[in-house]
């Protein structure tokens, strides 16, 4: 039997405290509640989940590394590094499967800083403003996009 492909699942600083960090803009939900959602949408699926999250850039770059050839996607939020990570966008450039970009909020509508993504360049979509749902959004997109690649790939 075959290993089932993999979705990562990145996740910068900060994101560590939802739940309790802002909750008037972040909700309720933890990381915690978060993965579960990923892992159940993903099992449902027929994929697995590695979720991941730091508060630290080089981590978050070395799981890019780590994975870039053997995910079959990447969800990645890479909270205030999405807005300041040269070196985070240069290592996704590495990553030979879709990526999908998230955001909590509906970043277009906060801060003049938290306009411009470093990590949009290389995403086939972002997902802003969708709370937690955002992340199943983002799962289930990358499932049909590996499953699409799979099926013309099977057809040739």
């Given at each position: 039997m075959s290993a089932r492909p993999t979705i990562a699942v990145l996740n910068g600083p900060n994101l560590n405290l939802l739940g309790t960090r802002e909750p008037h803009l972040y909700g309720t939900?933890?990381?915690?509640?978060?993965?579960?959602?990923?892992?159940?949408?993903?099992?449902?699926?027929?994929?697995?989940?590695?979720?991941?999250?730091s508060n630290h850039e080089g981590a978050l770059i070395d799981v890019v590394h780590e994975l870039?050839?053997?995910a079959a996607g990447f969800v990645v939020n890479a909270a205030a590094y999405t807005h300041t990570s040269v070196a985070l966008h240069d290592a996704l450039v590495t990553v030979a499967a879709p990526i999908v970009e998230v955001h909590l909020t509906n970043v277009h509508a906060r801060e003049e800083f938290r306009h411009r993504s470093f990590v949009a360049p290389v995403a086939k979509a972002v997902i802003a403003g969708?709370?937690?749902d955002g992340y199943e959004f983002a799962v289930r997109h990358l499932a049909a996009l590996a499953l699409d690649t799979e099926k013309k790939e099977s057809s040739r």
């Open positions: 939900a933890t990381l915690a509640d978060i993965e579960k959602s990923c892992r159940r949408t993903a099992d449902d699926l027929g994929f697995d989940i590695d979720f991941r999250q870039r050839e053997s969708c709370g937690p």
